[in-house]
């Protein structure tokens, strides 16, 4: 925190007000098996729905699940035809960058399931494999097996896809989206009822042009954004002015005192009114005279 203060005492003091499990991987609990803070999922979901967004109710109803029902069966052909394994390609790609730095780490055994590792730098691991922990916490936050844990397991003569959270194997994704979107016929096909036919509201439209863009939260950066409501570029707040005669911060070089001893806009009040004045007001006399 002393270091993060010194370089920006605004984010310490808004950290400071969070408990530390909101953005501290230390502090993370290990029951979700994911160490990321944010993965952005609404974000993502609130991109791919912006063209249904500006639709009436069941336009966009409609769009929202012809669209899942597409995106759940690319997922699952992409699982059946061309993930091999195991794993998921990107499980598999962190587990073998994890496996890159197994020369630096010596297993030393304690039993069969408990392992010390000595690393190169100095530092000492325990590592559980029946637990599937580590005491640098990374297998249990991110349920995949860290370098400590791999070079345990290898010593085993085990293999470390093996010692992978049941959450991230290819058995489980194939479950995930197993569910499929039923298809429906046309609404001309649609059996007709004595019922009367809902009505729009009749509230009328707002004046103005109708944004795609989401609301943003309190804690949220307000930027520009696109016609697709893209965030494209952060909005124009400068809160550290910089003075161009003396260098300084929190000001500029017209309200500078340390230059000059005062301010320009007090010797500005101070000077006498120019010619340009004095001539505006002889126009406006003979205008009327």
């Known amino acids: 925190m002393q270091e993060m203060r ?11 007000n969070k408990h530390p499990s909101e953005w501290s991987k230390s502090h993370f609990s290990e029951r979700p098996t994911c160490d990321m803070l944010m993965h952005n999922v609404c974000e993502s979901f609130n991109s791919y ?46 587990l073998a960058t994890n496996m890159e730095t197994l020369g630096s780490c010596i297993p030393i055994k304690s039993n069969n399931r408990l392992y010390q590792i000595d690393c190169f730098d100095g530092s000492q691991y325990a590592v559980d494999l029946e637990l599937r922990t580590c005491s640098c916490r990374s297998w249990g936050l991110s349920g995949i097996p860290c370098t400590h844990a791999c070079s345990a397991i290898l010593q085993q003569k085990l293999e470390p896809g093996d010692f992978v959270d049941e959450c991230y194997s290819l058995e489980t994704y194939k479950k995930v989206y197993a569910p499929h979107i039923m298809p429906i016929s046309d609404a001309n096909e649609w059996a007709h009822t004595l019922f009367i036919a809902p009505m729009p509201p009749s509230f009328g439209r707002k004046a103005g ?32 002015f910089k003075c161009r005669k003396c260098r300084g911060s929190g000001h500029n070089s017209r309200t500078c005192t340390e230059a000059g001893g005062v301010s320009s806009q007090s010797e500005n009040a101070d000077q006498p009114q120019g010619p340009r004045r004095q001539k505006l007001k002889v126009i406006f006399f003979n205008f009327f005279f």
Do not use: Y
């Open 209 to 240: 042009r109708p944004t795609n863009a989401r609301k943003l939260g309190h804690d949220e950066i307000e930027g520009k954004r696109n016609r697709k409501g893209r965030l494209v570029s952060l909005k124009g707040k400068q809160t550290d």
């Open 6 to 16: 010194d370089m920006s005492a605004a984010a310490a003091d808004w950290f400071a």
């Open 49 to 94: 729905i912006l063209e249904a967004r500006d639709k009436p109710i069941i336009s966009m109803r409609e769009w929202l699940r012809q669209w899942m029902m597409t995106r759940f069966q690319e997922c699952r052909d992409r699982a059946h035809e061309k993930w091999k394994g195991k794993h998921p390609p990107k499980i598999r790609h962190i």
